[in-house]
């Protein structure tokens, strides 16, 4: 069973992410959002700078959020194809719920900017994490909005920029497993040199 809430290894070993576009009613409701950007903030973060950022998008704004991603594939690809102009929209309006992740890293800090931008990939995962642990199901989507300039000028001041837009739901079918790596694959156990 994907998603298995029954103890907190058994959701860890069987989390899965859901499509956004095949996510359904109900989301999480407002407290329930709240629980879940608070859980998503107590992730790592070295030296305590909060290097992110959690945007809710909601929905009476997710029309605002499609003419802005139509506006900006006019602008960055004016030669573009109808069918991504009529793709954005559909990315906008999909999934019940929707938060979008801003990396706001401290320039200049002591903390390296590798390890602030970890941070946000940690939040990320425990936005996803804290969202299964309720019943619902997240999806952490980048692609073309994730890089534009228009797109993240309307989120991101300047030196931040979106590390995803976070989907939120209900699977509207089963979730399926999907490949896993093999961990002989990735795990190594370290050797010190003998020189």
């Known amino acids: 069973m994907l998603n298995d809430r029954s103890s907190t290894l058994a959701l860890l070993a069987t989390r899965r992410s859901g ?10 409701s407002a407290d329930e ?8 903030a107590r992730t790592p973060d070295h030296g305590k700078l909060f290097p ?22 006019q602008t960055e690809d ?4 109808l069918a991504r102009r009529d ?8 999934a019940p719920s929707l938060v979008v992740l801003v990396s706001a890293p401290i320039a200049g ?3 390296p900017l590798w390890e602030q931008e970890l941070s946000t990939g940690a939040a990320a995962m425990n936005l996803l994490t804290a969202t299964a642990a309720l019943g619902y199901v997240g999806g952490w989507i980048t692609g073309w909005p994730t890089y534009s300039a228009i797109v ?44």
């Open 19 to 28: 499509k956004p576009r095949e996510m359904v009613a109900p989301g999480p």
């Open 33 to 40: 959002l709240d629980q879940i950007l608070a859980i998503a």
């Open 52 to 73: 992110w950022r959690f945007i809710v998008v909601g929905d009476d704004q997710r029309d605002g959020l499609a003419t802005l991603l139509v506006r900006a594939l």
């Open 78 to 81: 004016p030669d573009g194809k």
């Open 87 to 94: 793709q954005a929209i559909d990315f906008a309006r999909q």
């Open 109 to 111: 800090h002591k903390i």
């Open 152 to 195: 993240n000028a309307a989120f991101c001041a300047p030196g931040e920029r979106i590390a995803g837009f976070l989907f939120l739901g209900s699977p509207s079918r089963p979730l399926e497993e999907r490949p896993r790596p093999d961990l002989a694959q990735i795990v190594r156990h370290w050797v010190p040199p003998t020189a």
